[in-house]
């Protein structure tokens, strides 16, 4: 059996392929990566020929295809159980948050959409915008565990689904409480995010001194 193959879009935009890639790389399952450029005039007919979802990221392995992110995840974490947290208790919050920001936070994404190469710059933000950032702090706050760095102590999925609104808020410069600012800054210093955002800047043409998220 050959390995997964992770079908992503670019990595400068698409925050939905990054929340996978980061938590095969986690797991510490060897997958190959094929990127599809997106916003083409192939592109659709691409993604659709691809998967039922025609939408990135898709995982093909088996001669199974998954085409949701958090399904992607969750298959990973069958294979690696410690990218879950390991009490029950602490891990059923980190699946609540981890839902919340996958089917949530519509104005945040519309008005703040993920773009690692854009240089750091504050824009108005909306009523909705703000309210859905003030959520995100407040529930972070709800959760969060003084056991490491990350939400619940050590990685877990639920940091690979807010790795891409730390992004976020970092280049559009969002003004946040120190709790959330410190752990922003825990996401966007991790190794695998340094490797997937160096790609993405080579993938552009963009010098390495640019901009650091």
């Not at 020929?49 to 069958?78: F, K």
């Not at 280049?171 to 825990?186: E, T, W």
């Amino acid at each position: 059996m050959g390995r997964p193959v992770l079908h992503i879009g670019n990595k400068q935009l698409s925050s939905w392929s990054l929340r996978p890639w980061l938590a095969l790389r986690k797991a510490g399952i060897a997958f190959d990566e094929h990127m599809i450029p997106l916003d083409r005039p192939e592109t659709r007919a691409a993604l659709e020929a691809l998967s039922p979802g025609g939408t990135v990221p898709v995982l093909e392995t088996g001669g199974e295809v998954i085409w949701d992110s958090l399904a992607i995840c969750e298959w990973a974490a069958e294979r690696a159980p410690q990218i879950w947290p390991s009490d029950p208790g602490m891990r059923a919050r980190a699946r609540a948050v981890t839902a919340s920001m996958h089917s949530g936070f519509a104005a945040l994404r519309r008005s703040c959409p993920m773009d690692l190469c854009r240089p750091v710059a504050p824009v108005a933000l909306d009523e909705a915008t703000r309210r859905d950032i003030a959520a995100i702090q407040a529930m972070w706050a709800g959760v969060r565990s003084d056991e490491g760095p990350f939400l619940f102590g050590q990685w877990s999925i639920a940091d690979a689904f807010f790795t891409p609104v730390a992004a976020r808020f970092h280049h559009f410069a969002v003004p946040l409480d120190p709790a959330a600012q410190i752990y922003c800054d825990s996401l966007l210093a991790d190794a695998d995010y340094r490797d997937w955002i160096e790609a993405a800047r080579r993938e552009n043409l963009v010098p390495p001194g640019h901009q650091h998220a």
